[in-house]
């Protein structure tokens, strides 16, 4: 009951006041995050629930908290800051992790408020898209190994950097489009990811 009170005392004077940053900010029907040097300052409900946390849970916190591992935010914690820094646009889709560990497909775009440094403050809009895009599960390995395709590398490059050989990345390749049932990588991702394979972030 004290919780619909504030929303009503809430929603009364955005309405009197005309001011509705925080009202719009705070019921928003997408999830809404504002960052700084990729911490959490702060995120809306639906942000929070849709990763299964309680809003103050989430703040101060790294975005690392909402990937799969630590590895995977490393391989694209940088992604996008050429685009926000020549355009101050970018988005993608990718795969992120609730707090009860499961994964599901994720619609991201940004915006920066610093696009000389495109990370150290930034607004981003997250949308689920489990009802349109199921999760496919992936292990560790195949999700690294699309990362780094999605990124242009060859099977040797790719071999190279996670320290395996270049016939194992293959046998890896290879399993992923028998998995889809797909004959080369541009439907893998297309079947990972439904877009075009600049935007698809499936690591």
């Known amino acids: 009951m004290w919780q ?27 999830g809404l ?11 809306n409900r ?3 629930t ?5 809003r103050s849970e989430l703040q101060g916190q790294t975005f690392a908290l909402l990937y799969p591992t630590d ?11 050429t685009a926000l820094r020549e355009s101050n646009t970018y ?12 994964l599901f497909w ?41 990362s780094h ?7 040797k490059e790719i071999a190279l950097k996670l320290e395996l050989s270049y016939r194992t990345v293959e046998v890896y390749r290879a399993k992923m489009l028998k998995k889809f049932g797909v004959s080369n990588t541009s439907a893998l991702f297309q079947s990972l990811g439904a877009i075009g394979t600049e935007h698809v972030v499936s690591r």
């Open 71 to 81: 590895e995977e935010f490393s391989n694209i914690r940088d992604r996008g800051i």
């Open 91 to 102: 988005w993608d889709e990718r795969i992120m992790a609730r707090k009860d560990s499961s």
């Open 106 to 146: 994720c619609r991201t775009r940004g915006h920066s408020f610093t696009p000389e440094e495109p990370l150290m403050r930034a607004v981003w809009s997250f949308a689920d898209l489990s009802d349109v895009r199921p999760y496919q599960p992936l292990t560790r390995r195949e999700r690294e190994i699309v």
């Open 33 to 43: 995050v504002v960052t700084e040097n990729r911490v959490i300052r702060d995120c």
């Open 50 to 54: 849709m990763f299964g946390y309680e």
């Open 46 to 48: 639906t942000f929070a």
């Open 4 to 30: 619909i009170n504030i929303v009503e005392t809430l929603i009364d004077q955005s309405y009197r006041t005309g001011v509705f940053d925080e009202l719009a900010f705070t019921y928003a029907p997408i």
């Open 149 to 155: 395709l999605a990124d242009g590398l060859t099977s």
